[in-house]
């Protein structure tokens, strides 16, 4: 406010001094300048002595437009404002030096990089401000010698030269990439320069893992009994194993460049393209079973898997194929088809002998069951002639005998000569022999036996008084057999079977049953008596040989065992199928 004061204290002399003439130039003037300080403007005002007015006192003025300066300086002040938030917001550590190498200007980014604040304690630090420099193979630099330094200097530097280490305040170590840069004036004079850190630190340590991962799956790959190689989705060879060399007979140099299709067996190469196709196509392994040519023209069998490896758009963009040598499981496999081709001709020939055994058999166990039969009907035929001749033989004599006892008993009443009941007795017991013999050689040989007369047959056999043991039969009365064959045979088994149990069984009691199971029909002959101690050499007799044959030629089974209350039970199952 001071400024305008005088300039108003100036105006009211420059008033009193000058002519009324000139009052109206004044006001013009002041107009003038009040358009002026609305404007960016700069007035300069001299004083001098006029040579036509009295010598009166005038003001030279000069007015200099400042709008395009003002422009200017603000548009410079926003570009360093500007300037500076981009300098303290880079994401690397930016520091510039002067001519003399000392420290000008810093980032947030360099010292949080350095771990410290340079020329804090008033010092002109100089070319960086870390606390110590090193090479990166941890040899110690000194400052005079470090990037900054030397391009300063106008050294031309390198790639080698812009690796360094910092060591920061609390010791630790950061591994730093450098971009030094120098500033000229117009002369090409070097008046400074900015210097640019790029802390790698965490990509070195990122590259040292990746290193010993690699190494250590190089480690894996080399030492695998598995052979391992890289190609390209042309099938050209990158990487090889050291198993996959071996079982190729090839170096590693001999093999990167060739194709997999080139050492693939020339039956095999067709299958080997479409595979490989699928899992370039579908992104997906593939497995197959392929022969490789060796070195030496000969060739291996190999179990082969391709797995696609896939870039970061998930796209192939090389494969990985583990090959497993299975040549000594494919000779084994071939040797055991040629085995099995044997084994097959020669059970082959072994059926072929076992059938024509079996045929053998076959007419011996038809000659023999023929055999069988022709006892059994030799057997019949002999019980029939035997009661044949018991009863036209024996009976006809001892009836005969009978007569003439009783002829001779007549006689002898008349002249009274001897006892006549004595002779009455004889006679009576000749008759009862002839018809004990009768009835025996009736049950020697039935022929009235079939569906109708089984039930009766049955009751003659336990109703005989030949028997020692009494016999009685349990069965229903609505109860008939509907086969003549199946009835004929289970009275031969019943008659045999107690045939035997009054011979062996020492028993009280035989009961003959007959009755219905739910499969068919059971006949069974039991007593009470000792029963059996050597089943084996029970089953071997001829009885049970006879009854076992007649029970299997009507499809029934015969069983023999020996009951909880003791003595014998002969069992013959009939199926209702056999009826």
């Given at each position: 406010?001071?400024?305008?004061?005088?300039?108003k204290?100036?105006?009211?002399?420059?008033?009193?001094?000058?002519?009324?003439?000139?009052?109206?130039?004044?006001?013009?003037?002041?107009?003038?300048?009040?358009n002026?300080?609305?404007?960016?403007?700069?007035?300069?005002?001299?004083?001098?002595?006029?040579?036509?007015?009295?010598?009166?006192?005038?003001?030279?003025?000069?007015?200099?437009d400042?709008?395009?300066?003002?422009?200017?300086?603000?548009?410079?002040?926003t570009?360093?404002?500007?300037?500076?938030?981009?300098?303290?917001?880079?994401?690397?550590?930016?520091?510039?030096?002067d001519?003399?190498?000392?420290?000008?200007?810093?980032?947030?980014?360099?010292?949080?990089?350095?771990?410290?604040?340079?020329?804090?304690?008033?010092?002109?630090?100089?070319?960086?401000?870390?606390?110590?420099?090193?090479?990166?193979?941890?040899?110690f630099?000194?400052?005079?010698?470090?990037?900054?330094?030397?391009?300063?200097?106008?050294?031309?530097l390198?790639?080698?030269d812009?690796?360094?280490?910092?060591?920061?305040?609390d010791?630790?170590?950061?591994?730093?990439?450098?971009?030094?840069?120098?500033?000229?004036?117009?002369?090409?004079?070097?008046?400074g320069?900015?210097?640019?850190?790029?802390?790698?630190?965490?990509?070195?340590?990122?590259?040292?893992?990746?290193?010993?991962?690699?190494?250590?799956?190089?480690?894996?790959?080399n030492?695998?009994?598995?052979?391992?190689a890289?190609?390209?989705?042309?099938?050209?060879?990158?990487?090889?194993?050291?198993?996959?060399?071996?079982?190729?007979?090839?170096?590693?140099?001999?093999?990167?460049?060739?194709t997999?299709?080139?050492?693939?067996?020339?039956?095999?190469?067709?299958?080997t393209?479409?595979?490989?196709?699928?899992?370039?196509?579908?992104?997906?392994?593939?497995?197959?079973?392929?022969?490789?040519?060796?070195?030496?023209?000969?060739?291996?069998?190999?179990?082969?898997?391709?797995?696609?490896?896939?870039?970061?758009?998930g796209?192939?963009a090389?494969?990985?194929?583990?090959?497993?040598?299975?040549?000594?499981?494919?000779?084994?496999?071939?040797?055991?088809?040629?085995?099995?081709?044997?084994?097959?001709?020669?059970?082959?020939?072994?059926?072929?002998?076992?059938?024509?055994?079996?045929?053998?058999?076959?007419?011996?166990?038809?000659?023999?069951?023929?055999?069988?039969?022709?006892?059994?009907?030799?057997?019949?035929?002999?019980q029939q002639?035997?009661?044949?001749?018991?009863?036209?033989?024996?009976?006809?004599?001892l009836?005969?005998?009978?007569?003439?006892a009783?002829?001779?008993?007549?006689?002898l009443k008349?002249?009274?000569?001897?006892?006549?009941?004595?002779?009455?007795?004889?006679?009576?017991?000749?008759?009862?022999?002839?018809?004990?013999?009768?009835?025996?050689?009736?049950a020697?040989?039935?022929?009235?036996i079939?569906?109708?007369?089984c039930?009766?047959?049955?009751?003659?056999?336990?109703d005989?008084?030949?028997?020692?043991?009494?016999?009685?039969?349990e069965?229903?009365?609505?109860?008939?057999?509907?086969?003549?064959?199946a009835?004929?045979?289970?009275?031969?088994?019943?008659?045999?079977?107690?045939?035997?149990?009054?011979?062996?069984?020492?028993?009280?009691?035989?009961?003959?049953?007959?009755?219905r199971?739910?499969?068919?029909?059971?006949?069974?002959?039991?007593?009470?008596?000792?029963g059996?101690?050597?089943?084996?050499?029970?089953?071997?007799?001829?009885?049970?040989?006879?009854?076992?044959?007649?029970?299997?030629?009507?499809?029934?089974?015969?069983?023999?065992?020996?009951?909880?209350?003791?003595?014998?039970q002969?069992?013959c199952?009939?199926?209702?199928?056999?009826?």
């Open positions: 406010m001071a400024p305008k004061r005088r300039t204290r100036r105006d009211a002399a420059l008033r009193r001094r000058v002519p009324a003439a000139t009052g109206r130039r004044a006001y013009q003037r002041g107009q003038a300048r009040t002026l300080s609305r404007a960016k403007a700069q007035k300069k005002s001299v004083g001098c002595q006029s040579t036509t007015r009295n010598s009166a006192l005038l003001y030279q003025t000069a007015i200099i400042l709008r395009e300066l003002k422009a200017a300086e603000a548009k410079l002040g570009s360093e404002q500007r300037y500076r938030t981009l300098f303290e917001l880079v994401p690397i550590a930016v520091y510039a030096c001519a003399n190498g000392v420290i000008e200007e810093f980032n947030r980014r360099a010292v949080e990089l350095w771990g410290r604040e340079p020329n804090s304690n008033g010092a002109k630090e100089r070319f960086c401000g870390s606390y110590k420099i090193y090479y990166p193979n941890g040899g630099m000194s400052h005079e010698k470090c990037p900054m330094a030397r391009a300063l200097r106008g050294e031309k390198e790639a080698k812009l690796e360094i280490l910092v060591e920061r305040t010791g630790e170590r950061r591994n730093v990439v450098v971009a030094p840069r120098t500033l000229t004036n117009d002369d090409g004079e070097i008046i320069a900015i210097n640019c850190l790029y802390d790698i630190t965490e990509q070195k340590r990122a590259e040292g893992k990746n290193r010993e991962s690699e190494e250590r799956l190089r480690a894996i790959i030492q695998s009994n598995a052979g391992i890289n190609c390209d989705l042309n099938g050209r060879l990158l990487f090889a194993n050291q198993k996959f060399c071996e079982m190729l007979g090839y170096t590693e140099s001999e093999l990167v460049g060739k997999i299709f080139a050492i693939t067996h020339p039956d095999d190469v067709d299958l393209t479409k595979r490989f196709k699928q899992m370039v196509q579908k992104t997906r392994p593939v497995e197959m079973e392929k022969r490789y040519i060796r070195k030496d023209r000969s060739f291996i069998w190999a179990n082969v898997c391709d797995t696609p490896v896939l870039d970061a758009a796209k192939p090389s494969a990985v194929a583990v090959a497993i040598d299975i040549t000594e499981r494919k000779k084994a496999e071939a040797a055991l088809q040629k085995s099995k081709a044997v084994l097959e001709e020669r059970v082959r020939e072994r059926t072929h002998a076992l059938r024509v055994a079996n045929k053998e058999l076959a007419g011996e166990i038809a000659r023999r069951k023929g055999l069988e039969g022709q006892i059994l009907e030799i057997s019949d035929r002999e002639r035997l009661g044949q001749e018991l009863h036209d033989g024996l009976c006809q004599h009836t005969a005998v009978a007569f003439m009783r002829s001779v008993a007549l006689r008349n002249h009274r000569v001897i006892e006549v009941n004595d002779i009455e007795k004889i006679a009576q017991l000749v008759n009862d022999a002839a018809t004990d013999t009768r009835n025996l050689s009736r020697l040989h039935r022929v009235d079939d569906s109708a007369g039930i009766t047959a049955l009751e003659d056999l336990v005989r008084e030949i028997w020692k043991i009494p016999c009685r039969l069965i229903k009365p609505s109860f008939r057999i509907e086969n003549d064959v009835a004929a045979q289970l009275y031969r088994i019943a008659r045999e079977a107690v045939i035997n149990a009054n011979k062996h069984a020492q028993a009280r009691e035989i009961v003959v049953a007959l009755a199971s739910r499969n068919g029909i059971v006949l069974s002959v039991t007593d009470d008596g000792v059996f101690q050597n089943e084996p050499k029970l089953k071997e007799g001829l009885g049970f040989q006879i009854m076992n044959h007649r029970a299997g030629a009507i499809g029934g089974r015969l069983e023999i065992e020996c009951p909880k209350k003791g003595g014998t002969v069992a199952y009939l199926p209702d199928k056999a009826l």
